[in-house]
């Protein structure tokens, strides 16, 4: 293969190459045909054709064009040809090509434009994903480069004023889950990873990259390379600035024309200034100097889930300021100083003029939550009287305020199905800045969602009460399956049912409802264990052999469109009539299993030898039964059974209903010519939400999400329905106070979603 030739600026012109054509097109084709599972060289290796194929565009800056030539044709084809399956996947990798390849044609980012706003005709998930990447392109046309440097500074918490936005990756992994060599494997890829991620070098590749994009042939790149790399920090940080305000400033017009003209211009004078401190010792290194530009990957954390509370930390330490998070400070100090200080707002603002309900307003200012920005230092040690009238906060802002964080445009599920429908993050009524976004990654099998589903439901009573984190931070939640070893939590007696679901059923869900993820990420499964073996993992200090990180960084920065679960509550009540009733949740599985019965000598004594023993108790169900027609009907049924499972998570599409999937073994007695015996009948039935209870007193045995952690015994009944939203709970029960007992959802609660629904993103969705 012929190496391009590369002009005196720095830039390589774009050149047919039939080999470099040839190869694209061969792994092109090959990620379409893992996505109809066509590809059995590859089953071993699958999630490795996408990354491979991104891999040939960084160490070769210059073919990203002729890439994204070929997958504009492709994703033409697969529209006019109707393969849909092709057309989200092809569309995800082209624009993550655009935003790292550099001089990209106008014609091709006008037929890109062109074939998103077709897809606005499409149901969802196609027109959602459509209109976003049109919004994409034609910021990026207006202001070239502006994609690169919006995604680096806010990924790598480049400090300005003209886009103070921040994201942070928080990876957390249950140690009781994995093993140290599977966490030493990805620590080990996430310190690599940071070798190029210095604040310094960061800065310089935002700046190289808006005079690549905004002044092309008229940079000369190689020299613009060597004189940043001479200079200090303080000038560097002090061109960044003036890059990222150019670029800002200049998407602030209506006239696109005009907005370019002026960027270009800025670009211009940033660029004419640097030239003239040109030196000697400059233009000796300038030759050894590369076109190229690497996206460095997120800012990423990883954490061992050691305590209940520490998603909920480890948020809040990223909303505070750099200076209040240094190392001598201990996380304790900070949270107990933030538990007073910081956590003021109260939803009893919506209804009473006070800070508390409770008599704990000592009436001086400083003791009053403000921001740390907002009064000097030495006033903090004053003793002010405050007002004695204080502005009583509106119905709208309280509603915002609630709204923010849920998952429901309106604030109520559009139907059972809602997981066919996609769903979209609400826009409450007046939106709130939030400048943070945090990514939530969890490692492992399905127990480890069941962690993140107790802790996203903790943090969301949290701020039903006391609104700290939902006003000013975003949350996407991610999930990784990763096993290591096949082994049943729960435990199972004799006559129980068998154990026939895979350790990662949610994950399977998300697989069989967006291929992409199934190709991207539940590849992953596996791949994560064996890698960490391998003796080269250890070793990596190379950035190009990333593997997990990379394929990380992928699904946090375009799975932008939620999966919505429900999350039930489970009510158990125990033998011990002392002992108050529990209340747990589960995401995924609820198993009961019947105690074996023991009887006492006396009573063998008094058996026939013929008699043979039935196993299992007798129990009374009664539930709301759910159908294809919405219709609910209350149903109560007494049978004798050994066990019982209820799955949350569909176990195929055709059954896609918000409802419960209960298997219960039930026990028939038969009689035949040797005497009396029985047989074990599965019998299934959908429910909204159900109860159990046994009519021996006999205790039975309840494991949540298969795990072993979350075993309870001596239950005699239990009670499972969807959990309540905090929020609304909260609402709906000051709401009572002032209502007539017939009236339901009155108050802000009408407005507020009533179920709590877990978001997962994937790339697509739910695809109809």
Same mark, same amino acid.
């Given at each position: 293969?012929?190496?391009?030739?590369?002009?005196?600026?720095?830039?390589?012109?774009?050149?047919?190459?039939?080999?470099?054509?040839?190869?694209?097109?061969?792994?092109?084709?090959?990620?379409?045909?893992?996505?109809?599972?066509?590809?059995? +060289?590859?089953?071993?290796?699958?999630?490795?054709?996408?990354?491979?194929?991104?891999?040939?565009?960084?160490?070769? @800056?210059?073919?990203?064009?002729?890439?994204?030539?070929?997958?504009?044709?492709?994703? =033409?084809?697969?529209?006019?040809?109707?393969?849909?399956?092709?057309?989200?996947?092809?569309?995800?990798?082209?624009?993550?090509?655009?935003?790292?390849?550099?001089?990209?044609?106008?014609?091709?980012?006008?037929?890109?434009?062109?074939?998103?706003?077709?897809?606005?005709?499409?149901?969802?998930?196609? &027109?959602?994903?459509?209109?976003?990447?049109?919004?994409?392109?034609?910021?990026?046309?207006?202001?070239?480069?502006?994609?690169?440097?919006?995604?680096?500074?806010?990924?790598?918490?480049?400090? $300005?004023?003209?886009?103070?936005?921040?994201?942070?990756?928080?990876?957390?992994?249950?140690?009781? #889950?994995?093993?140290?060599?599977? &966490?030493?494997?990805?620590?080990?890829?996430?310190?690599?990873?940071?070798?190029?991620?210095?604040?310094?070098?960061?800065?310089?590749?935002?700046?190289?990259?808006?005079?690549?994009?905004?002044?092309?042939?008229?940079?000369?790149?190689?020299?613009?390379?060597?004189?940043?790399?001479?200079?200090?920090?303080?000038?560097?940080?002090?061109?960044?600035?003036? *890059?990222?305000? +150019?670029?800002?400033?200049?998407?602030?017009?209506?006239?696109?024309?005009?907005?370019?003209?002026?960027?270009?211009?800025?670009?211009?004078?940033?660029?004419?200034?640097?030239?003239?401190?040109?030196?000697?010792?400059?233009?000796?290194? %300038?030759?050894?100097?590369?076109?190229?530009?690497?996206?460095?990957?997120?800012?990423?954390?990883?954490?061992?889930?050691?305590?209940?509370?520490?998603?909920?930390?480890?948020? /809040?330490?990223?909303?505070?300021?750099?200076?209040?998070?240094?190392?001598?400070?201990?996380?304790?100090?900070?949270?107990?100083?933030?538990?007073?200080?910081?956590?003021?707002?109260?939803?009893?603002?919506?209804?009473?003029?006070?800070?508390?309900?409770?008599?704990?307003?000592?009436?001086?200012?400083?003791?009053?939550?403000?921001?740390?920005?907002?009064?000097?230092?030495?006033?903090?040690?004053?003793?002010?009287?405050?007002?004695?009238?204080?502005?009583?906060?509106?119905?709208?802002?309280?509603?915002? #305020?609630?709204?923010?964080?849920?998952?429901?445009?309106?604030?109520?599920?559009?139907?059972?199905?809602?997981?066919?429908?996609?769903?979209?993050?609400?826009?409450?009524? %007046?939106?709130?800045?939030?400048?943070?976004?945090?990514?939530?990654?969890? #490692?492992?099998?399905?127990?480890?969602?069941?962690?993140?589903?107790?802790?996203?439901?903790?943090?969301?009573?949290?701020?039903?009460?006391?609104?700290?984190?939902?006003?000013?931070?975003?949350?996407?939640?991610?999930?990784?399956?990763?096993?290591?070893?096949?082994?049943?939590?729960?435990?199972?007696?004799?006559?129980?049912?068998?154990?026939?679901?895979?350790?990662?059923?949610?994950? +399977?869900?998300?697989?069989?409802?967006?291929?992409?993820?199934?190709?991207?990420?539940?590849?992953?499964?596996?791949?994560? @264990?064996?890698?960490?073996?391998?003796?080269?993992?250890?070793?990596?200090?190379?950035?190009?052999?990333?593997?997990?990180?990379?394929?990380?960084?992928?699904? /946090?920065?375009?799975?932008?469109?939620?999966?919505?679960?429900?999350?039930?509550?489970?009510?158990?009540?125990?033998?011990?009539?002392?002992?108050?009733? +529990? =209340?747990?949740?589960?995401?995924?599985?609820?198993?009961?299993?019947?105690?074996?019965? =023991?009887?006492?000598?006396?009573?063998?004594?008094?058996?026939?030898?013929?008699?043979?023993?039935?196993?299992?108790?007798?129990?009374?169900?009664?539930?709301?039964?759910?159908?294809?027609?919405?219709?609910?009907?209350?149903?109560?049924?007494?049978?004798?059974?050994?066990?019982?499972?209820?799955?949350?998570?569909?176990?195929?599409?055709?059954?896609?209903?918000?409802?419960? $999937?209960?298997?219960?073994?039930?026990?028939?007695?038969?009689?035949?010519?040797?005497?009396?015996?029985?047989?074990?009948?599965?019998?299934?039935?959908?429910?909204?939400?159900?109860?159990?209870?046994?009519?021996?007193?006999?205790?039975?045995?309840?494991?949540?999400?298969?795990?072993?952690?979350? *075993?309870?015994?001596?239950?005699?009944?239990?009670?499972?329905?969807?959990?309540?939203?905090?929020?609304?709970?909260?609402?709906?029960?000051?709401?009572?106070?002032?209502?007539?007992?017939?009236?339901?959802? /009155?108050?802000? %609660?009408?407005?507020?979603?009533?179920?709590?629904?877990?978001?997962? $993103?994937?790339?697509?969705?739910?695809?109809?």
């Amino acid at each position: 293969m012929d190496k391009p030739t590369t002009t005196s600026s720095g830039f390589t012109p774009t050149v047919e190459n039939p080999e470099v054509e040839s190869d694209f097109l061969r792994s092109v084709h090959a990620l379409l045909r893992e996505l109809d599972g066509h590809h059995p +060289a590859f089953q071993s290796d699958r999630g490795m054709l996408r990354w491979t194929l991104h891999k040939k565009t960084d160490r070769s @800056p210059s073919s990203g064009v002729l890439l994204v030539r070929i997958l504009v044709k492709e994703l =033409e084809r697969a529209e006019r040809c109707g393969y849909r399956q092709y057309i989200i996947p092809l569309l995800h990798t082209l624009m993550y090509t655009l935003v790292k390849a550099p001089s990209i044609p106008d014609n091709l980012y006008e037929r890109v434009y062109d074939f998103c706003k077709k897809l606005l005709t499409l149901p969802k998930p196609y &027109c959602t994903i459509g209109l976003h990447y049109a919004q994409q392109l034609k910021l990026e046309r207006t202001i070239p480069g502006i994609l690169y440097q919006r995604l680096v500074t806010a990924e790598q918490n480049l400090k $300005n004023d003209s886009f103070p936005y921040q994201e942070k990756v928080f990876v957390f992994a249950d140690p009781d #889950l994995l093993s140290e060599t599977v &966490c030493r494997a990805v620590v080990t890829e996430i310190k690599a990873a940071r070798t190029c991620q210095h604040t310094r070098s960061c800065m310089i590749h935002v700046i190289e990259h808006a005079f690549q994009e905004g002044l092309k042939e008229h940079c000369d790149f190689r020299t613009l390379q060597a004189i940043l790399q001479a200079k200090p920090l303080d000038v560097i940080e002090h061109c960044f600035q003036q *890059v990222v305000a +150019a670029m800002e400033h200049g998407n602030h017009g209506r006239d696109m024309n005009a907005e370019y003209n002026q960027y270009v211009e800025e670009l211009e004078k940033i660029y004419s200034a640097l030239l003239s401190t040109l030196g000697n010792d400059v233009e000796e290194a %300038a030759s050894d100097g590369s076109p190229g530009i690497p996206l460095p990957n997120p800012n990423i954390s990883f954490h061992l889930w050691t305590d209940e509370d520490q998603l909920w930390k480890e948020l /809040v330490l990223f909303l505070r300021p750099q200076s209040q998070t240094c190392e001598e400070i201990s996380l304790s100090q900070v949270l107990d100083s933030f538990e007073i200080q910081d956590l003021g707002l109260d939803y009893d603002d919506c209804e009473q003029a006070r800070f508390s309900v409770l008599s704990t307003d000592s009436g001086i200012e400083r003791d009053l939550p403000m921001p740390d920005d907002e009064v000097p230092e030495a006033e903090h040690s004053r003793l002010q009287r405050k007002g004695g009238v204080k502005k009583r906060a509106s119905s709208l802002d309280c509603l915002s #305020l609630l709204q923010t964080g849920s998952n429901w445009q309106g604030g109520k599920p559009p139907g059972k199905l809602y997981r066919k429908y996609g769903g979209s993050v609400m826009q409450p009524i %007046a939106q709130m800045k939030r400048l943070h976004t945090a990514r939530v990654l969890v #490692l492992g099998d399905d127990r480890v969602l069941a962690r993140l589903v107790q802790a996203y439901y903790s943090l969301r009573k949290r701020e039903s009460r006391r609104a700290y984190l939902t006003p000013r931070l975003k949350v996407h939640f991610y999930y990784v399956p990763v096993i290591e070893e096949q082994s049943n939590s729960c435990p199972v007696e004799e006559h129980a049912l068998p154990d026939l679901t895979e350790p990662c059923e949610l994950a +399977a869900y998300l697989g069989r409802a967006d291929p992409w993820y199934e190709s991207n990420v539940n590849t992953l499964c596996h791949m994560i @264990p064996k890698l960490a073996t391998m003796p080269s993992s250890s070793s990596k200090t190379s950035v190009s052999e990333l593997f997990i990180i990379d394929v990380i960084a992928y699904y /946090v920065r375009l799975g932008l469109q939620p999966i919505f679960f429900q999350v039930y509550t489970v009510k158990l009540f125990f033998q011990n009539a002392s002992l108050e009733p +529990a =209340e747990h949740i589960f995401l995924i599985e609820l198993r009961v299993t019947l105690e074996e019965y =023991e009887p006492s000598r006396d009573n063998l004594l008094m058996k026939k030898k013929t008699m043979v023993e039935v196993p299992g108790a007798d129990v009374t169900l009664m539930y709301k039964k759910v159908s294809l027609s919405n219709r609910e009907k209350e149903e109560t049924t007494s049978l004798r059974s050994t066990g019982l499972v209820m799955k949350a998570i569909p176990s195929n599409d055709t059954e896609d209903l918000v409802c419960l $999937n209960v298997n219960i073994t039930e026990i028939t007695k038969t009689a035949n010519l040797s005497g009396r015996s029985y047989t074990l009948v599965s019998n299934k039935i959908r429910a909204r939400n159900i109860k159990m209870q046994s009519t021996e007193q006999r205790s039975f045995t309840v494991c949540l999400d298969k795990d072993s952690r979350r *075993v309870y015994k001596n239950v005699i009944g239990i009670e499972v329905s969807p959990c309540l939203e905090p929020s609304y709970c909260l609402q709906k029960t000051r709401a009572r106070r002032t209502s007539t007992p017939g009236d339901e959802n /009155v108050g802000l %609660a009408k407005y507020l979603p009533k179920s709590l629904l877990l978001p997962i $993103n994937t790339f697509a969705g739910i695809i109809q």
